[in-house]
């Protein structure tokens, strides 16, 4: 029996999980590409980084043009994840949230209300820290996706 292959892209602007990524993905020889823009390049990142030019939706356009359905995609970007999920793909928040089809509208009404209130002057506080149990919760369910691909 072949395996399937698949592929955990990581929108890496601002992912705070990259260490727990490359561990899980080490272990299981699994490839990952990690995609920025050119103001996060750094030449000792290696090559499984991938840099794209400045612009709002360069890094989610180059994830949206590369991914196949069975792939993993590591973004806190909602609006990206809408559209990923009617790919095929699997989208896994730095939280360790698995977002599903079904939350697609209440998420971008939730974003919706915010962009709202954000043109309004009033501006919430950002998300909490990321903690150790955020960051157990995220491997574990990057390795239930993974076991569940037969990985």
């Known amino acids: 029996m072949t395996k399937f292959t698949?592929?955990?892209?990581v929108?890496?602007?601002?992912?705070?999980?990259?260490?727990?990524?490359?561990?899980?993905?080490y272990r299981q020889t699994i490839p990952v590409r990690f995609?920025?823009?050119y103001d996060h390049y750094s030449p000792d990142l290696g090559e499984e980084w991938?840099?794209?030019?400045?612009?709002q939706d360069a890094v989610d356009?180059?994830?949206?043009?590369?991914?196949?359905?069975?792939?993993?995609?590591?973004?806190q970007d909602l609006s990206l994840a809408s559209l990923l999920?009617?790919?095929?793909?699997?989208?896994?928040?730095?939280?360790?949230?698995?977002?599903?089809?079904?939350?697609?509208e209440s998420i971008m009404h939730s974003k919706y209300i915010r962009m709202k209130e954000k043109r309004r002057g009033?501006?919430?506080k950002g998300p909490a820290a990321l903690t150790r149990h955020d960051r157990m919760l995220f491997k574990e369910r990057l390795s239930d996706i993974l076991h569940e691909r037969g990985m």
Do not use: M, Q
């Open 11 to 25: 929108d890496a602007d601002s992912c705070p999980v990259k260490e727990e990524i490359r561990s899980i993905s």
């Open 35 to 37: 995609v920025a823009s």
């Open 85 to 104: 999920l009617e790919r095929g793909v699997y989208v896994l928040t730095p939280r360790g949230k698995l977002i599903k089809s079904f939350e697609v």
């Open 50 to 55: 991938t840099f794209v030019e400045k612009g």
């Open 122 to 124: 009033n501006y919430g």
């Open 6 to 9: 698949l592929t955990i892209w």
């Open 61 to 75: 356009l180059f994830i949206l043009n590369h991914v196949k359905p069975g792939d993993v995609v590591v973004t």
